[in-house]
């Protein structure tokens, strides 16, 4: 197991170190700073051209980027169509349960009283309930560890860092989460899916010829 996961890690060096000196920069700002600061940061710093790319950005974290992923990868391996699927399971399954143990209300509910402060974007339905952690920004890191472990040029790790960044920022900029919830949906999003796939692409079964294939790629 120990192999295995200094494997995972190395495959993703890339996204990996970038990312936790990231995370450290973000684990000081949340100790430095109250919710309510953090949240009118970024609030307060909004444009119509930016209104456009982060309604478009967020969506690299919903369903349908999932299953978008899911098909292309099953036509060319099974292995890596298996690989994707079941770390957004895994990881889905870990939101899930934060979320209805914390049952944290979103900035809407939370800044109730102090609505007329908030810049909002035309258009976007905002949710109410269930804030921590973000389950977009748990997707979005899914898919980053899982294609930059997947890919050739190992490098892409950090441009597939970025986007994942980019949906995580989003759900701050369209008043669906606070800061702590893309934090901490960010680990649950990096660190279980490269467990998941220590554990997963460790077994023999994965390693065989039929599981190599995919739909359009029969031999």
């Not at 967020?58 to 391996?77: N, Q």
């Not at 258009?123 to 890191?141: C, K, L």
């Not at 901490?184 to 997963?200: E, K, N, P």
């Amino acid at each position: 197991m120990n192999t295995r996961i200094t494997d995972v890690l190395h495959q993703i060096r890339f996204l990996f170190v970038p990312y936790l000196v990231i995370l450290i920069l973000c684990l000081i700002i949340k100790l430095t700073y109250t919710r309510e600061a953090i949240y009118f940061a970024v609030n307060k710093r909004h444009d119509l051209w930016a209104d456009v790319v982060f309604t478009y950005a967020t969506e690299l974290g919903a369903w349908m980027m999932v299953t978008s992923l899911a098909i292309i990868f099953l036509m060319f391996s099974y292995r890596k169509a298996l690989l994707l699927v079941t770390s957004f399971a895994f990881t889905g399954i870990l939101v899930q349960i934060a979320k209805n143990i914390f049952h944290a209300p979103r900035p809407k509910v939370y800044f109730a009283s102090e609505l007329s402060k908030i810049y909002f974007v035309k258009g976007i339905h905002i949710n109410m309930t269930n804030s921590f952690p973000s389950g977009h920004t748990v997707t979005a890191f899914t898919a980053a560890v899982v294609l930059a472990y997947l890919a050739i040029n190992k490098r892409l790790g950090f441009i597939y860092l970025l986007f994942a960044i980019g949906v995580g920022y989003s759900r701050m900029y369209l008043s669906q989460h606070f800061f702590e919830d893309v934090t901490a949906g960010s680990i649950i999003g990096t660190i279980g899916t490269i467990i998941w796939i220590t554990w997963l692409d460790g077994r023999p079964f994965m390693k065989s010829e039929r599981w190599s294939r995919g739909l359009l790629r029969r031999k």
